[in-house]
């Protein structure tokens, strides 16, 4: 049971990560760098890679990834975004 717990704090872990990814890559439509990611999310640089490479970024000139978003996708990003801000705030407001 221990394991499964293990397993699971690390898969949210994950999903963590990737979605600051995510938001990274949406803010910066230019692109970001692997070395970015890696800095960000202080993991090495092939973990970096992958994440951008699951998140189905594209790797583009000057060493940028980047993502091709449907307006679908904007939105998304833009009420995640609000949502995580929201939380935020509420988390300070309760301490």
Do not use: F
């Not at 910066?28 to 998140?55: C, F, I, K």
Request: charged share 30%.
């Amino acid at each position: 049971m221990q394991w499964q717990n293990r397993d699971m704090g690390h898969a949210k872990t994950k999903a963590q990560r990737l979605l600051k990814v995510w938001s990274m890559l949406m803010r910066e439509p230019e692109g970001v760098s692997v070395m970015d990611v890696q800095r960000t999310l202080d993991v090495d640089y092939s973990t970096a890679h992958r994440y951008l490479n699951e998140l189905g970024a594209q790797n583009y000139q000057r060493g940028l990834w980047s993502l091709e978003p449907s307006a679908d996708d904007v939105k998304l990003a833009r009420a995640i975004l609000k949502r995580a801000r929201q939380y935020r705030h509420l988390e300070t407001v309760h301490r």
